[in-house]
């Protein structure tokens, strides 16, 4: 079984979408302090609960001149 890396600071969940990764955290109001909000605020389970996302403007694609939105993902554990 893979070791999972908890963050616990805005600083290391920032580090972490910097690599592309989706980081795994304790500190919801860390969280939110850098826009994310629950995914499924209504989900079925525990998991469905603790996905959240935001949504990062990277400005404008040179091809066709549409804005260009990415999804970034974070998790939330209890």
């Given at each position: ?75 939330l554990i209890a």
């Amino acid at each position: 079984m893979a070791n999972t890396i908890i963050v616990h600071d805005p600083e290391g969940i920032q580090r972490m979408l910097r690599h592309g990764l989706a980081p795994v955290t304790d500190n919801r109001q860390a969280l939110m302090a850098l826009g994310f909000a629950a995914k499924y605020p209504n989900g079925r389970d525990a998991y469905e609960r603790g996905i959240w996302s935001r949504s990062v403007d990277h400005g404008y694609r040179s091809s066709d001149f549409r804005r260009m939105l990415v999804e970034q993902i974070a998790h939330l554990i209890a």
